[in-house]
Protein backbone atom coordinates (compact mmCIF):
# COMPACT_ATOMS: atom_id res chain seq x y z
CA UNK A 1 0.00 0.00 0.00
CA UNK A 2 1.46 3.46 -0.52
CA UNK A 3 0.73 6.30 1.75
CA UNK A 4 0.30 9.80 0.44
CA UNK A 5 -1.53 11.43 2.84
CA UNK A 6 -1.52 10.13 6.85
CA UNK A 7 -4.29 11.98 9.57
CA UNK A 8 -2.51 13.41 12.09
CA UNK A 9 -5.16 12.92 15.12
CA UNK A 10 -3.42 15.11 18.37
CA UNK A 11 -4.36 17.93 21.07
CA UNK A 12 -5.48 21.34 20.53
CA UNK A 13 -2.93 21.97 23.47
CA UNK A 14 0.69 21.57 23.76
CA UNK A 15 1.09 19.48 26.57
CA UNK A 16 3.00 19.38 29.74
CA UNK A 17 6.16 17.38 28.56
CA UNK A 18 8.14 19.41 25.99
CA UNK A 19 8.72 16.03 23.53
CA UNK A 20 5.14 16.08 22.44
CA UNK A 21 5.94 19.26 21.02
CA UNK A 22 9.16 18.16 19.41
CA UNK A 23 7.89 15.10 18.15
CA UNK A 24 4.85 17.15 16.82
CA UNK A 25 7.74 19.23 15.09
CA UNK A 26 9.68 15.91 14.00
CA UNK A 27 6.58 14.34 12.50
CA UNK A 28 5.61 17.51 10.06
CA UNK A 29 9.38 17.48 9.12
CA UNK A 30 9.37 13.95 8.30
CA UNK A 31 6.17 13.96 6.34
CA UNK A 32 7.41 16.70 4.48
CA UNK A 33 10.55 15.14 3.23
CA UNK A 34 8.81 11.69 2.31
CA UNK A 35 6.21 13.81 0.14
CA UNK A 36 3.58 13.11 2.42
CA UNK A 37 0.71 14.95 3.37
CA UNK A 38 -0.71 15.55 6.37
CA UNK A 39 -4.47 15.50 6.97
CA UNK A 40 -5.09 17.16 10.59
CA UNK A 41 -8.05 18.97 12.41
CA UNK A 42 -7.46 22.46 10.91
CA UNK A 43 -6.81 24.32 13.91
CA UNK A 44 -3.76 26.95 14.83
CA UNK A 45 -3.20 25.31 18.55
CA UNK A 46 -1.71 22.64 20.47
CA UNK A 47 0.04 19.98 18.71
CA UNK A 48 -2.12 20.31 15.69
CA UNK A 49 -0.74 23.92 14.87
CA UNK A 50 2.96 22.36 15.43
CA UNK A 51 2.76 19.49 13.00
CA UNK A 52 1.39 21.58 10.51
CA UNK A 53 3.62 24.40 10.69
CA UNK A 54 6.41 22.22 10.61
CA UNK A 55 5.70 20.59 7.56
CA UNK A 56 4.89 23.57 6.01
CA UNK A 57 8.13 25.12 6.72
CA UNK A 58 9.76 22.01 5.11
CA UNK A 59 7.65 22.33 2.28
CA UNK A 60 5.15 19.74 2.71
CA UNK A 61 1.32 19.95 1.60
CA UNK A 62 -1.39 20.24 4.66
CA UNK A 63 -4.70 19.86 5.03
CA UNK A 64 -7.05 20.67 7.61
CA UNK A 65 -10.62 19.61 8.11
CA UNK A 66 -12.41 22.14 10.48
CA UNK A 67 -16.42 22.40 11.95
CA UNK A 68 -17.35 25.75 11.22
CA UNK A 69 -18.01 26.10 15.10
CA UNK A 70 -14.49 26.04 15.62
CA UNK A 71 -13.27 28.14 12.88
CA UNK A 72 -15.79 30.61 14.72
CA UNK A 73 -14.33 30.21 17.61
CA UNK A 74 -11.24 31.52 15.74
CA UNK A 75 -8.70 28.66 15.77
CA UNK A 76 -9.09 27.76 11.93
CA UNK A 77 -5.35 27.58 10.74
CA UNK A 78 -6.14 29.72 7.34
CA UNK A 79 -1.98 29.15 6.61
CA UNK A 80 -2.49 25.51 5.23
CA UNK A 81 -2.50 24.34 1.40
CA UNK A 82 -6.00 23.30 2.11
CA UNK A 83 -9.11 24.27 4.69
CA UNK A 84 -11.97 22.09 4.49
CA UNK A 85 -14.63 23.57 6.26
CA UNK A 86 -17.86 21.03 7.53
CA UNK A 87 -20.72 21.34 9.13
CA UNK A 88 -20.02 18.63 12.11
CA UNK A 89 -17.06 16.70 14.15
CA UNK A 90 -18.52 13.51 12.05
CA UNK A 91 -18.06 15.21 8.68
CA UNK A 92 -14.35 16.22 9.94
CA UNK A 93 -13.80 12.51 10.63
CA UNK A 94 -15.31 11.25 7.65
CA UNK A 95 -13.24 13.44 5.42
CA UNK A 96 -10.33 12.98 7.41
CA UNK A 97 -10.54 9.08 6.73
CA UNK A 98 -11.28 9.57 3.36
CA UNK A 99 -8.56 11.76 2.55
CA UNK A 100 -5.73 9.64 4.13
CA UNK A 101 -3.83 6.20 3.93
CA UNK A 102 -3.00 6.04 7.05
CA UNK A 103 -3.36 7.19 11.11
CA UNK A 104 -0.98 8.44 13.48
CA UNK A 105 -2.35 9.26 17.08
CA UNK A 106 -0.12 11.58 19.16
CA UNK A 107 -0.81 12.66 22.59
CA UNK A 108 -4.16 14.04 23.32
CA UNK A 109 -7.44 14.27 24.96
CA UNK A 110 -10.99 13.17 24.76
CA UNK A 111 -11.13 14.14 21.18
CA UNK A 112 -7.99 12.63 19.88
CA UNK A 113 -9.20 9.37 21.73
CA UNK A 114 -12.26 9.48 20.34
CA UNK A 115 -10.81 9.99 16.87
CA UNK A 116 -8.88 6.56 17.42
CA UNK A 117 -10.96 4.46 18.91
CA UNK A 118 -12.95 5.36 15.96
CA UNK A 119 -10.42 4.51 13.05
CA UNK A 120 -9.84 1.34 15.07
CA UNK A 121 -13.76 0.12 15.46
CA UNK A 122 -13.69 1.33 11.49
CA UNK A 123 -11.34 -1.40 10.93
CA UNK A 124 -12.86 -4.13 12.89
CA UNK A 125 -15.59 -3.67 11.13
CA UNK A 126 -13.63 -3.72 7.69
CA UNK A 127 -14.67 0.18 6.18
CA UNK A 128 -10.75 0.36 5.70
CA UNK A 129 -7.69 -1.46 6.09
CA UNK A 130 -5.75 1.67 6.82
CA UNK A 131 -2.62 1.31 9.26
CA UNK A 132 -3.10 2.93 12.34
CA UNK A 133 0.01 4.01 14.74
CA UNK A 134 0.19 5.10 18.47
CA UNK A 135 2.70 7.53 18.59
CA UNK A 136 3.77 6.84 22.46
CA UNK A 137 6.24 9.62 23.69
CA UNK A 138 7.70 8.99 26.22
CA UNK A 139 4.84 6.53 27.53
CA UNK A 140 2.43 8.91 27.62
CA UNK A 141 -0.15 6.16 26.22
CA UNK A 142 1.24 3.12 28.28
CA UNK A 143 -1.89 3.19 31.00
CA UNK A 144 -4.28 2.97 27.75
CA UNK A 145 -2.04 0.33 26.65
CA UNK A 146 -2.31 -1.96 29.58
CA UNK A 147 -6.11 -1.52 29.62
CA UNK A 148 -6.04 -2.90 26.42
CA UNK A 149 -4.23 -6.11 27.52
CA UNK A 150 -7.09 -5.75 30.54
CA UNK A 151 -9.81 -5.84 27.72
CA UNK A 152 -8.23 -8.69 25.88
CA UNK A 153 -7.66 -10.38 28.79
CA UNK A 154 -11.17 -9.78 30.12
CA UNK A 155 -12.38 -11.50 26.88
CA UNK A 156 -14.01 -7.94 25.49
CA UNK A 157 -11.45 -7.32 22.93
CA UNK A 158 -9.80 -9.89 20.53
CA UNK A 159 -6.02 -10.16 20.17
CA UNK A 160 -6.61 -9.99 16.80
CA UNK A 161 -8.05 -6.50 16.95
CA UNK A 162 -6.00 -5.21 19.66
CA UNK A 163 -2.92 -6.24 17.07
CA UNK A 164 -4.48 -3.71 14.40
CA UNK A 165 -3.23 -0.82 16.99
CA UNK A 166 0.70 -0.95 15.73
CA UNK A 167 2.56 1.24 18.45
CA UNK A 168 5.99 3.62 18.21
CA UNK A 169 8.01 5.69 20.09
CA UNK A 170 9.34 7.83 18.22
CA UNK A 171 8.62 9.33 15.12
CA UNK A 172 11.11 7.36 13.61
CA UNK A 173 9.89 3.99 14.76
CA UNK A 174 6.16 5.60 13.34
CA UNK A 175 7.84 5.68 9.96
CA UNK A 176 9.07 2.31 10.11
CA UNK A 177 5.85 0.90 10.97
CA UNK A 178 4.21 2.22 8.10
CA UNK A 179 7.03 1.19 6.06
CA UNK A 180 8.05 4.21 4.97
CA UNK A 181 11.74 4.88 4.19
Known amino acids: MSIHNIAVFCASASGADPAYQKAADDLGEALAAHDIG ?8 GLMCAVAESALTHGGRVVGVIPEVLVDLEVAHHGVTELHVVDTMHTRK ?3 GEKSDAFIIMPG ?3 TLEEMFEVLAWQTLKLHNKPIVLLNINGFYNQLLSF ?3 AVAEGMLKQKS ?4 LVANSVEEA ?3 LNIE
Open 38 to 45: VIYGGAKV
Open 94 to 96: ALM
Open 109 to 111: GFG
Open 148 to 150: LDH
Open 162 to 165: HQIL
Open 175 to 177: LVA
